[in-house]
């Protein structure tokens, strides 16, 4: 049986889970789950009406640095801060296969992609620039300006499992305001992604609410009672948060906040 599900991120309109339906139903065609979840992320980073990819948020200066991870059982590649790329999920997942590391950052992030056949690409819209504007008031009127005026945090994600066979792609702007050089959770093994043992993951929301709780791992560690688990992180914290993934053949959606999000599914 071949299953996946993806997020839009935590705050994204629950009007958008028919789109997010209709991404999973045609990425579940592809054979493998890892080439599944980045085609399945590639038409989210795609998709202006999301935060990743064209459509990412900017930093306060006006830059735009995106992550994004793949995880499969035993392997991980992931990008930080990478710029001028369309699809930073691709150039993770060449990250994972065709780089002898797992995370390259900054310009070196870039310069591989580049190397790797990437055109240069500029990801910015007209929306992201006028959500400058409402992030510099944010971050003017206070200087720990992460929390609660944060913008937005609209990861966007996705878990497939192929037969028992797990793979999890993730891929994100970033949650605004935010300075140039900050890293969230995406791009984090256990934070804010994780496949491991028949269970897969991927979150959205605060990166740095979800680096410090090592959210995903937590999950993972508490999988036999996932849900009480849950529950008990997610009413403990004042930030949003959200996680898709699968625990087994189970598929679950957890979020304290409306998060769009879609299934597929072929016997
Ligand atoms: N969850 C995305 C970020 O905080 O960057």
Redesign the pocket.
């Known amino acids: 049986m071949r299953q996946i599900i993806l997020h839009g991120?935590v705050g994204s309109s629950d009007e958008l889970s028919p789109l997010l339906n209709k991404y999973a139903s045609f990425s579940i065609n592809y054979g493998d789950p890892l080439d599944a979840v980045v085609a399945a992320v590639k038409y989210l980073e795609d998709d202006l009406n999301f935060n990743a990819g064209t459509g990412s948020v900017m930093r306060l200066d006006g830059s735009i640095q995106m992550?994004a991870s793949v995880m499969v059982d035993g392997n991980f590649g992931s990008v930080i801060n990478i710029e001028s790329v369309k699809n930073p999920v691709q150039v993770a997942r060449e990250v994972m296969e065709k780089s002898p590391h797992v995370m390259l950052c900054g310009d070196g992030a870039t310069k591989f992609a580049f190397e790797n056949g990437h055109p240069r690409y500029d990801p910015s819209t007209e929306r992201a620039r006028k959500r400058l504007e409402e992030s510099r008031v944010i971050a003017k009127n206070d200087k720990r300006f992460l929390y609660p005026g944060t913008q937005s945090?609209d990861?966007v994600g996705a878990v497939a499992n192929f037969d028992g066979k797990i793979a999890a792609a993730l891929s994100?702007?970033?949650?605004s305001p935010?300075m140039r050089g900050?890293?969230?959770?995406?791009p984090i093994l256990g934070s804010?992604i994780l496949v491991r043992d028949g269970f897969g993951i991927a979150?959205?929301?605060?990166?740095?609410e979800?680096i410090r709780r090592q959210l995903s791992f937590d999950l993972y560690c508490a999988r036999d009672r996932l849900e009480a688990e849950w529950k008990s992180i997610a009413s403990n914290s004042p930030f949003a948060l959200g996680v898709v993934g699968f625990n087994g053949k189970e598929p679950f959606v957890y979020a304290n906040k409306s998060m769009a999000h879609g299934y597929a599914k072929l016997d």
């Not at 979150?203 to 740095?208: D, R």
């Open positions: 991120g992550d945090v990861t994100t702007g970033g949650s935010m900050r890293v969230g959770d995406t804010g979150a959205t929301g605060i990166g740095e979800i």
